[in-house]
T-cell receptor
Framework: EDQVTQSPEALRLQEGESSSLNCSYT??????LFWYRQDPGKGPEFLFT???AGEEKEKERLKATLTKKESFLHITAPKPEDSATYLC????????????FGQGTRLTINP | DTAVSQTPKYLVTQMGNDKSIKCEQN?????MYWYKQDSKKFLKIMFS???????INETVPNRFSPKSPDKAHLNLHINSLELGDSAVYFC?????????????FGPGTRLLVL
């Protein structure tokens, strides 16, 4: 069965302390991978789409990368406002436009 | 301007009741979705409509019935509510049903069944 796993479940960093979040998938055929940010009590907010291994996308302090089996969301010099849950979602070739989400990584940035 | 909106934001009801959640998008998108986010934060797709036509119907109890009166609206009606239906329900929309279209989510409806 196609699955998406994110790690760690929760991550606490000090402001300015860079780190990476992981999204790994077992899949029969990957069509694309999406990163979303979700703030408490709100809906997921789109960040990036990655289509093929080796691709990278950047937005402010965030950079997403993709390999054949996993994606990383790198956070450089984070600020408290980067605190949120980061969700990874995969679209499989067999699944049309259906997104399969991981359980998310809850990121807290302490000032 | 709210792109994808849902009403109500909170819904507290008794077991056995019937309730509806409404979703509207003003993005001009053709495709709309319902997702359920459980207590462990997993988001799972329930239904998808493209131009009022049902295109995704995951393994969801028959008590859940989506209705799309037009392509800007997708409502979710739930009959005979059960405790396990308590969750956050998100509506989303995308430009089309073509793969890899970005899905934009609403703010969610928090349903609590007592």
């Amino acid at each position: 069965e196609d699955q998406v796993t994110q790690s760690p479940e929760a991550l606490r960093l000090q402001e300015g302390e860079s780190s990476s979040l992981n999204c790994s998938y077992t899949v029969s055929g990957l069509r694309g991978l999406f990163w979303y940010r979700q703030d408490p009590g709100k809906g997921p907010e789109f960040l990036f789409t990655l289509y093929s291994a080796g691709e990278e996308k950047e937005k402010e302090r965030l950079k997403a990368t993709l390999t054949k089996k996993e994606s990383f969301l790198h956070i450089t010099a984070p600020k408290p406002e980067d605190s949120a849950t980061y969700l990874c979602a995969v679209q499989f070739i067999q699944g049309a436009q259906k997104l399969v989400f991981g359980q998310g990584t809850r990121l807290t940035i302490n000032p | 301007d709210t792109a994808v909106s849902q009403t109500p934001k909170y819904l507290v009801t008794q077991m056995g009741n019937d309730k509806s959640i409404k979703c509207e998008q003003n993005l001009g998108h053709d495709t709309m979705y319902w997702y359920k986010q459980d207590s462990k934060k997993f988001l799972k797709i329930m239904f998808s409509y493209n131009n009022k036509e049902l295109i995704i119907n995951e393994t969801v109890p028959n008590r859940f019935s989506p209705k799309s009166p037009d392509k800007a609206h997708l409502n979710l009606h739930i009959n005979s509510l059960e405790l396990g239906d308590s969750a956050v329900y998100f509506c989303a929309s995308s430009h089309s049903s073509v793969p890899l279209e970005t899905q934009y989510f609403g703010p969610g409806t928090r349903l609590l069944v007592l």
